[in-house]
């Protein structure tokens, strides 16, 4: 079992910046693929961006990139995800996930575990 605990949310003004950060604690492995996804209410929760824990390989939606940052640091078993020039539509509760999948996994059913969420708002 892996556990992934989610912080750094808030309240930010468009244009503005937040760092979330995502702890993994439990049975961690250097072979997981860390994501970061996102659910506005009403909507489906959509991919935002992975890394592999490994070898550092991100990947992002198209809609974040340019202005969200994956990172990892092995040491403190940690993911961030940095993002900048926040729109009031980035407004959603973001989770961390974690899977031993392969190939750039992006869809919902593809990781096993996740974590409890935080919520971001971007006010307008």
């Known amino acids: 079992q892996v556990q992934l605990v989610e912080s750094g949310g808030g309240l930010v003004q468009a244009g503005g910046s937040l760092r979330l950060s995502c702890a993994a604690s439990?049975?961690?492995?250097?072979?997981?693929?860390m994501g970061w996804f996102r659910q506005a209410p009403g909507k489906e929760r959509e991919f935002v961006a992975a890394?592999?824990?490994?070898?550092?390989?991100?990947y992002y939606a198209d809609s974040v990139k340019g202005r969200f940052t994956i990172s990892r640091d092995n040491a403190k078993n940690t993911v961030y995800l940095q993002m900048n020039s926040l729109k009031p539509e980035d407004t959603a509760v973001y989770y961390c996930?974690?899977?031993?999948?392969?190939?750039?996994?992006?869809?919902?059913?593809?990781?096993?575990?996740w974590g409890q969420g935080t919520q971001v708002t971007v006010s307008s």
């Open positions: 996930a974690a899977t031993l999948r392969v190939g750039h996994p992006t869809r919902r059913y593809e990781y096993d575990y």
């Open positions: 439990g049975r961690t492995s250097n072979t997981y693929t």
């Open positions: 890394i592999t824990w490994n070898i550092g390989s991100t």
